[in-house]
């Protein structure tokens, strides 16, 4: 047997149910390999070593009794900081939250305990889940496991860089504006926004409402469907969750079969601003997928293009207000309260200590466009260009299964390279903005190195709405020939670790 | 919000006020009402914590009211019922789709910091109610005035936390030593009923607005929908007013009197922003729009937070709730299950108790209707009811300052007194006797007229003495009535009346000293 921790998902389930491991000697050998290279990657804010050996005791307990397990029952997991956990802290990367101990857990999290599956810690992200790079976090960046002087990618850099580090088999995040395909894409693993209102939002702090979205981080396709399938289905604690059947994402991963599907390519992100090399990696990929059978063709969509103006009205106006009950009057940090300020002083103090410098700029922003006077011009405009972008998403579904683009224009970039330039830093989601303000599904699965500088390139995969089973089809055979042609998966290539 | 509202009187608590009838004379009233009526739901509006009144504090709270990063609200189906039930009550139309909105604003008893409400699409627009004056501003056919209140909308939202500042000497956040907030009240569903702008009231504007919330009381109350008890705040109003030069046809700068927490207070809060404005207009200054706080004390407004800095809320849809789009069959189940409006009730029971609308009006503002009708029920005859709950008992609830209905007698009680009248075992004065002991404890009124021997005697021989003595007592009397003056005997049947302590049968008596004294 391989080292427990190189080993999938799908084969420590296996060996769990089977008795060719426990999962606490799993879990043990995950506990190792952090202690080994989270001092360099910095994937997690905090490991909770002895919940988790208690999780795997009850896995093999379970199976000692004869208990049936579940697809997952013993596999490890990196989750978000941004999910809360009756016993764990939770801080989304704030200071304003550095300590909170939430008193419930978020849906997702309970599904994943009844699940059998061993949380070993939370992970690192961006502020609020506000950026690409996880540098705005307020606890310090996380690093890329193929290049430890480059970002992860972010928001959830921490669960991806924890995944490509082989800390964890899988990794939860969560998709705002790419804040799982991208650092997916930027670490050589499988990131996947499922349809919007899929998972629940129950207990994920939000960012945006509308479009923050759970999804799996895996190093296969497959391990990334089995924790979708544990994941999603309809929560009647939030009223946004779909009530309708799970897509059968688990038969999809399996079904590596590209024969008789339509594949379009949407010319609007295949132009200017992309990496030479991404670029390359992306047109290797479309030609693999016709060689495979696929019929490919080009789908405009023309509104695409103002998809990143959109989401940084849309996204910002809404965490303007989401954010808003971080005033230092009920949990987490409270600065200024010596008994001679009002409490409006304290909130502000607290607010202007607490927040980091994205996290406030995002909340003028948002303030600035829902105000009286601007709301129509920003918000309201805004609103109508994000209906226009699902009418580009409807027309283009009517012509083909899947619409196909690269996950991110470049690479993963250097620590510091863009911290300064927020424009530079909010184009790295430009190509999975769309997909948020839509609701459908995207996946994005690596497609190979980049030759200029090789580092991972993603391949993002969208499906409509409630068809994420077809994206997982698309990406299996995209995996597959790649393992193939190289002859080992990808992320043994991996050298930023010794 | 804290921060204006410890601004002090303006305009007058300083200036000399015009009276009423001259202010009325020269400027036309225009009013409004937002009313906030706490729903009597089980659980709250977005989450399964109790929607009960009051507890220990912070007991009734959970992650979703307490607005804990990462929960989230789910509608409750029993609050948008209720409110469509109101709205369809109010005449409204229900809308097909709608949303909630946020309203943003920082303050430390919302534990948001934005308030889920609704904003350009409530869910109830565009409806009426009619409201009937009291008696003294009967209409031009003498009979009791009515007025048709526009409706503009009804909406839900939800209620925020209560603040408790302590150690200073006010009771407001200036000065305290330290604030307290509670949220119990927090998400508990709260529907706000706002009128059009009622024209045309001319000097009845303080009696109409009284009279809207007194009608608006008793129709939640009918729907179910609501305890409404006012002094515990679960029914709060916001009267609006404003006054423009009379016939002008212009609308004048409005102030908003916020948390009127009675009906007699809505009547003064507008009479007093009346006389109030006549002044400021009259010295030629300008109205500033303001929220005002009325004090139930001095009966006068003072100003509060100016709406001319006004806050800007930056309502936007709720992205954590979907549309709400009530199917219209269900809103057809919920008008088909509506109860018997109190408006259609008042007006069956007058036709059905033979009275005049005055009347009906006076058993209503007596709270006594509920009563009367019970009353009916258990034997006694309209009349009789109206009789002894409006006379008697109401004017004994009025002098312990009792609400009526809260008086220790049982509708069935005064109907088996009345029964005792009608037999002719017990005259008026003995009745009240009889009620006295009810009312004090001493039993059912046939416990109370055995135990102290109440019984009308009309037994001519034990009467005849008492006559006598009448008769030998009033000579000047008793020669008036030999004299053909039978009128006088009035006062010789009180007499005998007084010296039997009301136990004789008056008509009796009457006809023994008749008897006595001519030759009929």
Redesign the interface.
């Known amino acids: 047997m391989a080292e427990l921790f190189r080993m999938t998902a799908a084969e420590i389930a296996a060996a769990v149910r089977g008795g060719g491991a426990s999962a606490a000697e799993v879990t043990e050998a995950h506990l190792a390999r952090i202690e080994q290279v989270d001092p360099q990657v910095r994937a997690f804010l905090h490991v909770a070593a002895d919940r988790a050996r208690e999780a795997a005791r009850a896995v093999d307990q379970r199976r000692a009794a004869g208990e049936p397990l579940g697809p997952l029952a013993g596999v490890p997991l990196a989750l978000k900081d941004v999910?809360?956990t009756k016993d764990m802290p939770?801080t989304?990367g704030s200071a304003i939250?550095n300590g909170?101990l939430?008193?419930?857990d978020?849906t997702i999290t309970r599904r994943l305990r009844e699940a059998g599956v061993v949380i070993l810690g939370k992970t690192n992200m961006d502020e609020f889940a506000m950026g690409s790079s996880t540098e705005n976090s307020a606890f310090g960046p996380s690093h890329n496991p193929w290049d430890l002087s480059r970002v992860p990618g972010g928001s959830s850099g921490g669960s991806s860089a924890a995944v490509a580090a082989y800390e964890a088999p899988l990794g939860v995040g969560t998709d705002t504006g790419g804040s799982i395909r991208q650092p997916g894409a930027v670490c050589g693993v499988v990131g996947v926004k499922p349809t919007y209102g899929g998972n629940s939002?129950?207990?994920?702090?939000?960012f945006?409402?509308?479009l923050d979205t759970p999804g799996p981080l895996a190093r296969t396709v497959l391990d990334a469907a089995l924790l979708h399938e544990v994941m999603s289905g309809h929560d009647?604690?939030?009223?946004?969750s779909i009530d309708a059947p799970v897509p059968p994402v688990v038969a999809a991963a399996r079904h590596a079969d590209v024969s008789g599907m339509t594949i379009g390519v949407v010319p609007e992100f295949t132009g200017e601003g992309f990496q030479p090399g991404v670029l390359a990696r992306f047109t290797e990929a479309v030609e693999l997928l016709e060689s495979l059978g696929a019929k490919v063709t080009e789908v405009s969509c023309p509104h695409f293009t103002y998809a990143l103006p959109a989401y940084y009205l849309i996204a910002p106006?809404?965490a303007?207000?989401n954010l808003?009950?971080?005033?230092g009057?009920?949990?987490g940090l409270r600065v200024g309260d010596d008994g001679t300020r009002?409490?409006?002083e304290v909130?502000a103090l607290t607010r202007a200590q607490g927040f980091g410098a994205e996290v406030k700029r995002r909340i003028m922003l948002g303030?600035y466009a829902?105000?009286?006077g601007y709301?129509d011009a920003y918000?309201g405009k805004a609103q109508q260009v994000r209906t226009l972008i699902t009418r580009d998403f409807e027309a283009a579904f009517d012509r083909v299964d899947v619409l196909v683009s690269p996950t991110t224009p470049t690479t993963a970039f250097p620590l510091g390279e863009r911290v300064d330039d927020p424009m530079a830093m909010y184009l790295a989601d430009l190509c999975t903005i769309p997909s948020d303000l839509a609701g459908n599904a995207a996946l994005s699965v690596p497609c190979g190195l980049s030759p200029d500088d090789g580092l991972p390139v993603g391949l993002q995969i969208m499906a409509p709405v409630l068809a994420d089973d077809r994206m997982y089809r698309v990406g299996a055979a995209v995996e597959a020939a790649l393992d193939t042609s190289r002859g080992h998966p990808l992320l043994n290539d991996a050298k930023g670790l010794a | 919000m804290p921060s204006a509202m410890g601004r002090g009187g303006g305009v007058g608590a300083s200036t000399t006020l015009v009276g009423y009838d001259e202010a009325v004379s020269r400027y036309d009233p225009l009013i409004g009402l937002e009313t906030h009526v706490e729903l009597g739901t089980r659980t709250k509006l977005f989450c399964g914590c109790p929607a009960t009144f009051g507890g220990e504090p912070n007991t009734h709270v959970c992650p979703v009211c307490l607005g804990l990063p990462g929960s989230l609200p789910v509608p409750s189906r029993t609050a948008i019922e209720y409110t469509i039930r109101i709205g369809l009550a109010l005449n409204c139309s229900i809308a097909e789709w709608c949303r909630f909105a946020r309203k943003n604003y920082f303050y430390p008893d919302m534990p948001k910091n934005f308030q889920i409400s609704q904003y350009d699409e409530p869910l109830c627009t565009d409806g009426w109610l009619d409201v009937v004056l009291d008696e003294s501003e009967a209409g031009a056919d003498g009979g009791p005035r009515m007025f048709r209140v526009g409706i503009e909308r009804v909406h839900l939202e939800e209620d925020t936390g209560k603040s408790q500042h302590l150690g200073g000497a006010t009771g407001r956040i200036h000065g305290a030593d330290y604030s307290l907030v509670d949220y119990n009240r927090a998400g508990i569903p709260l529907v706000e009923i706002v009128t059009k702008p009622v024209e045309g009231t001319g000097s009845l504007a303080p009696a109409v607005a009284h009279a809207y919330v007194r009608e608006l009381r008793d129709l939640l109350r009918s729907l179910g929908v609501s305890d409404v008890r006012m002094e515990e705040g679960s029914l709060r109003s916001d009267v609006n007013t404003s006054l423009s030069p009379r016939g002008s046809g212009r609308w004048g700068t409005r102030t908003e009197t916020k948390n009127v927490n009675s009906l007699r207070s809505v009547e003064r809060a507008v009479h007093y922003e009346i006389e109030r404005q006549a002044a400021v207009l009259d010295a030629g200054e300008r109205v500033i729009q303001e929220t005002r706080h009325f004090h139930e004390d001095s009966g006068i407004t003072t100003a509060g937070r100016s709406k001319e800095e006004a806050q800007d809320y930056r309502y936007f849809p709720e992205p954590d709730l979907v549309p709400l789009a009530p199917p219209r069959d269900w809103v057809e189940q919920i008008r088909a299950a509506l109860p018997e409006l109190p408006s259609a009730r008042r007006a069956r029971l007058q036709e059905a108790w033979g009275i005049t609308a005055a009347e009906m009006i006076n058993i209503r503002n007596a709270g006594a209707l509920d009563l009367v009708e019970q009353t009916i029920a258990a034997g006694a005859s309209p009349a009789d009811a109206r009789k002894w709950w409006l006379n008697e008992l109401a004017r004994r609830a009025n002098d312990t300052g009792a609400e009526l209905a809260s008086l220790p007698i049982t509708p069935a009680d005064v109907a088996a007194i009345a029964a005792l009248v009608q037999s002719g075992a017990l005259n008026d004065n003995l009745a009240r006797q009889a009620i006295e002991g009810v009312l004090a404890g001493e039993g059912t009124p046939d416990e109370v007229v055995a135990a102290r021997g109440l019984a009308v005697v009309s037994d001519d021989t034990a009467l005849a003495a008492a006559v006598d003595e009448a008769i030998a007592a009033h000579p000047d009397v008793a020669d008036k009535i030999r004299a053909g003056k039978v009128a006088a005997a009035g006062a010789l049947v009180g007499a005998v009346m007084r010296a039997t302590r009301g136990q004789a049968d008056a008509s009796r008596v009457r006809e023994l000293i008749l008897a006595r004294l001519t030759d009929s």
């Not at chain 1, 009647?236 to 946004?240: L, N, Y």
């Open positions: 999910f809360t939770t989304c939250l909170w939430p008193p419930y978020a939002r129950y207990g994920v702090v939000a945006a409402s509308s009647p604690c939030d009223a946004t106006s809404e303007s207000s808003a009950r971080f005033d009057m009920r949990y009002s409490a409006e909130m303030t829902l105000s009286s709301y918000y």
